[in-house]
């Protein structure tokens, strides 16, 4: 069955910088665009960033733009998500997420769209 298992979450202090990895199995990995989410307590879901099946193309959200950096490396089937500058507001459990979208450079912003999501894991940004 597929599987997304993340990983490299922790408690951090505000400025520093952590990555978050996501190894898949169970599913053509090239033919999935991979998105990660995030939710605090008391909010919803909400989108950090995404990329496109092939890699050519990611989005962020604009509270990720210009601090955090997803990548792919499909030989590997592993999706990361580099986070720089974290601030205590970046305090949440983070999911990777897999969409059946083979070739599509769409943001990928629905939730509901993406059909396999990993656990989770936790990041905690201390002031």
């Known amino acids: 069955q597929v599987q997304l298992v993340e990983s490299g979450g922790g408690l951090v202090q505000t400025g520093d910088s952590l990555r978050l990895s996501c190894a898949a199995s169970?599913?053509?990995?090239?033919?999935?665009?991979m998105g990660w989410f995030r939710q605090a307590p008391k909010k919803e879901r909400e989108f950090v960033g995404s990329?496109?099946?092939?890699?050519?193309?990611?989005h962020y959200s604009d509270s990720a733009k210009g601090r955090f950096t997803i990548s792919r490396d499909n030989g590997k089937n592993t999706v990361s998500l580099q986070m720089n500058n974290l601030v205590p507001d970046d305090t949440a459990v983070y999911y990777c997420?897999?969409?059946?979208?083979?070739?599509?450079?769409?943001?990928?912003?629905?939730?509901?769209?993406?059909?396999?999501w990993g656990q989770g894991t936790q990041v905690t940004v201390s002031s």
């Open positions: 169970g599913l053509l990995f090239t033919d999935f665009r």
């Open positions: 990329i496109s099946s092939t890699g050519l193309t990611t």
């Open positions: 997420a897999a969409e059946l979208a083979p070739f599509s450079s769409r943001p990928g912003l629905d939730p509901q769209k993406y059909e396999h």
